[in-house]
């Protein structure tokens, strides 16, 4: 008969249980690790051969002289221009001038009033007069005493008529009358000095253009009082522009300032004259170019006899590009662009190769680009997002000539 189990023995016999539900875990675990290492070294053997080549056309880095021309914008500037002061203060006492008034060099324009002036002219004529007198009056006295000297001199010969003393006395008068001729001839000379001065003082009342133009601003009429005066805080009399000869300045970016040449004819339009073409002839250049810009101001000699064309136009330069060396040059579409510079794809043993470039000039869908490229360099024909480093690329046959 058995003997039955008691509580003790029942717990001893259920304690073996959790060691063995930890070893069936760790088991599991592990089989499942195993699994998926298993799957992962299978995907990365199977995922070469999942990789396909990138079609692309290609085209060809080809060396050619630049000849085209760009499109800049200019902006028409009088040849000369010139904000008119007076020299001397006054009153606006007649102008004859307002905007739009074609003027003539030396033509009056303008007449002032200043009184005191006027008055400095009639004290410096009779200051000259003043002098001119007394210099007649010393000349005359001069020429009294030197024949009272001759006088006293031939009487002398004989003796005891006259004395040695007497006749030195005669002769120191006359030497003191030369003297004084002398002074009264400079102080009439600095009297007529002043006249002068005092009449050229007065001329300046008389305002006349110093060119041949145009009056493009008016700011006075009579009764104002003008003075002179080059500062922007007081206005001018009236501002005058020459505008049969004007100048256009265009600012030429410093890629292209190679090839400018002067005295050639550059063609440029404007939009009051839509269809209309004019021409300006290279004639000035800045000889260095603005840091800020990067371009290089040129300016042009425009001819407007028939005064068509205004100052403070802006007209579109049909500007020539030509390089002085053949460039290389691929078709525009061929050029990529990111956030850091333009690239190009070459093509190198059936893989791309991404190379940096800088751009040029572009005529009939071609570019110039400046970089690690030579002539002759396979390069795809457009740069798209699929076409990275390294990328490998299947070349497609050529559709040229194909309909």
């Not at 006492?93 to 324009?109: E, F, T």
């Not at 110093?210 to 008016?218: K, L, N, S």
Request: charged share 20%; proline share 6%; aromatic share 4%.
């Amino acid at each position: 008969m058995r003997t039955p189990k008691t509580s003790t023995d029942i717990q001893q016999s259920i304690r073996p249980m959790p060691a063995l539900l930890t070893a069936l875990a760790l088991a599991a675990t592990l089989a499942s690790t195993l699994a998926v290492t298993g799957c992962t070294s299978q995907a990365k053997t199977i995922a070469p051969a999942t990789q396909q080549a990138v079609p692309v056309q290609v085209a060809q880095v080809s060396s050619r002289r630049l000849d085209m021309t760009i499109h800049l914008p200019g902006e028409l500037q009088p040849y000369e221009e010139v904000r008119i002061f007076p020299r001397v203060s006054g009153f606006v006492q007649w102008i004859g001038v307002d905007r739009g008034s074609v003027v003539k060099r030396g033509q009056l324009i303008a007449i002032l009033s200043a009184p005191e002036i006027v008055a400095q002219k009639a004290e410096a004529q009779a200051k000259v007069l003043s002098a001119e007198n007394q210099r007649i009056a010393g000349e005359a006295k001069l020429s009294a005493d030197e024949s009272t000297y001759r006088r006293l001199k031939d009487a002398s010969r004989t003796p005891g008529v006259i004395s040695d003393e007497e006749l030195d006395t005669a002769g120191k008068t006359v030497e003191a009358d030369r003297a004084r001729v002398v002074s009264l001839h400079n102080t009439a000379d600095a009297a007529r000095a002043s006249l002068r001065s005092a009449q050229e003082m007065e001329s300046y009342l008389r305002i006349t253009a110093p060119f041949d133009g145009i009056v493009t601003r008016r700011n006075v009429h009579p009764g104002a009082l003008v003075g002179p005066s080059g500062s922007n805080s007081q206005p001018s009399m009236v501002r005058i522009e020459q505008v049969a000869h004007l100048r256009l300045v265009v600012a030429v970016p410093e890629a292209y300032v190679g090839g400018i040449r002067k005295g050639a004819t550059v063609d440029f339009t404007v939009p009051a004259f839509p269809g209309h073409t004019f021409h300006g002839t290279v004639a000035r250049l800045a000889d260095s170019v603005d840091v800020s810009t990067r371009t290089m101001p040129v300016e042009m000699d425009v001819y407007n006899p028939d005064n068509q064309l205004y100052s403070g136009m802006f007209p579109d330069v049909i500007w020539p590009v030509t390089r002085a060396q053949p460039t290389f040059v691929v078709p525009s579409a061929a050029i990529g662009r990111n956030v850091d510079q333009a690239y190009v794809v070459r093509i190198h043993d059936s893989h791309a190769e991404l190379v940096n470039v800088k751009t040029g000039g572009t005529s009939n869908g071609m570019t110039e680009v400046f970089g690690d490229v030579r002539d002759g360099d396979q390069i795809a024909s457009q740069a798209t997002q699929d076409l990275r480093a390294g990328a490998a690329v299947q070349i497609l046959p050529s559709t040229r000539g194909k309909n």
